[in-house]
């Protein structure tokens, strides 16, 4: 045990001179101060560190030394002690700390700037920006515009070539054209114009129809 | 902080020389420094002013006898190398055991009584300590019979016997006395200055 650098209870009373009870005492304050201990597994006796037990030494001397003075209030000191010591290496102090209070108003005032000028940073980002996306949202419509254009072109195209799909383009025409002599000449031959007459109003009703039927 | 990783050897032996403290790197304000005219050996001559550090307020009551024989205890521990937690050393705390050591004595409490307490345990591992004893050849030490019958007594009960002793003459009269023994004679020749010792 005391190879890995503990002492016991014992120990401590010998090195202030004081019974196991006061031990047992300042053992309790001092972990209800926060000092951590730790116990022998198999008898559950109180290890001391040799820290801990310089500290309850010096706690002890201080006690004793000065009247009015607990254990208690010495450990208080102590690590009040330690806290200065502490802050006094670190170069920690009033003056320091009440030094960056005085600089405190400047330096909020540069944040200030600072926070402006980011600001201003940022108005200048979203202008600049807004004007890109216009500027690629009209190209975009330009092209639309454009796309549709050849889109009804290509369905203008498209409509015609169906219509003279289905009407079957001149062929028809030309060749109710030929059909349409090879009747009328034989009888202007025999009955002149007059004969003709009914022909001609047949002719003409065929071709409105046809018409009529070939614009939708 | 490196200076208190010593503390527990000085806790063990109560006291030690304080070049013995310097060894371990416990400086002498971490104990009270004192010092003493001791006699190497009980019946020199010669007294020599030997430096100790002592562990508590404990120590300022302590006689010149008890003093030598703390101080050739914790030489005679570092010359063996043992640690502190395996040495509970009973001439400078008559009731300090460790856990270890106070089970056992429990367990053995019967045995005990009967039998006359040695200057330290030195726990070596097994069922039981050995019995150090520090041999200043003060009283004549009961002569060949009276050391006979005391190691008799702790055979039961300890595991070993170790002699530490200081005196050349007496190391070699305890090594015939216990010529047929296991029991170890340590001589620790300027225990007032340095850790030197062979074993007899």
């Known amino acids: 045990m005391l190879q890995a650098g503990y002492l016991t209870s014992a120990d401590v009373a010998r090195r202030m001179g004081v019974e196991g009870g006061t031990v047992r005492h300042y053992r309790e304050l001092l972990e209800r101060m926060g000092f951590p201990f730790s116990q022998d597994q198999e008898s559950g006796a109180y290890l001391w560190t040799p820290e801990l037990v310089e500290v309850a030494r010096v706690a002890h001397s201080m006690a004793k030394a000065a009247k009015g003075v607990s254990f208690e209030d010495a450990l208080r000191l102590i690590l009040y002690a330690g806290d200065l010591a502490r802050n006094a290496q670190e170069g920690v102090s009033v003056v320091t700390l009440l030094r960056g209070a005085l600089q405190l108003p400047q330096r909020l005032e540069d944040a200030a700037v600072d926070l402006r000028e980011a600001a201003s940073f940022v108005r200048s980002l ?65 009955g002149g114009l007059a004969a003709l007459g009914p022909y001609l109003v047949m002719l003409g009703a065929g071709a409105f129809l046809g018409w009529w039927a070939g614009r939708g | 902080m490196d200076q208190l990783r010593g503390l527990p050897h000085l806790a063990a032996d109560g006291l030690m020389p304080l070049w013995l403290a310097a060894e371990y790197g416990i400086p002498a304000r971490a104990g009270l420094v004192r010092f003493s005219w001791l006699q190497a050996t009980a019946g020199a001559e010669k007294k020599h002013r030997v430096y100790w550090l002592g562990w508590g307020p404990e120590c300022l009551g302590w006689g010149p006898r008890l003093v030598r024989h703390g101080l050739l205890c914790a030489v005679g521990r570092r010359y063996l190398g043992v640690a502190p937690g395996d040495w509970d050393s009973l001439a400078i705390w008559t009731k300090r055991r460790l856990p270890q050591g106070h089970r056992w004595a429990a367990s053995n409490r019967a ?37 006979r019958a005391r190691v008799q007594r702790w055979a039961g009960v300890y595991a070993g016997v170790v002699f530490l002793t200081p005196s050349e003459a007496r190391a070699e009269a305890l090594a015939w006395v216990f010529r047929d023994r296991n029991v170890r004679v340590i001589l620790l020749p300027r225990w007032w200055e340095a850790a030197e010792g062979r074993e007899v």
């Open chain 2, 111 to 147: 045995a005990l009584r009967k039998t006359p307490r040695p200057d330290a345990e030195w726990w070596r591992g097994g069922w039981a300590p050995a019995a150090v004893e520090v041999d200043t050849g003060k009283r004549g030490f009961d002569g060949p019979e009276g050391l």
């Open chain 1, 126 to 190: 979203e202008t600049d920006l807004r004007r890109r996306i216009q500027a690629v949202a009209s190209e975009a419509r330009g092209e639309l515009v454009a796309a549709a254009r050849q889109v009804q072109e290509v369905a203008q195209e498209a409509r015609s070539a169906l219509r003279e799909a289905g009407s079957g383009g001149w062929i028809g025409p030309a060749a109710i054209g030929v059909l349409a002599l090879g009747v009328a000449l034989p009888i202007l031959a025999k």
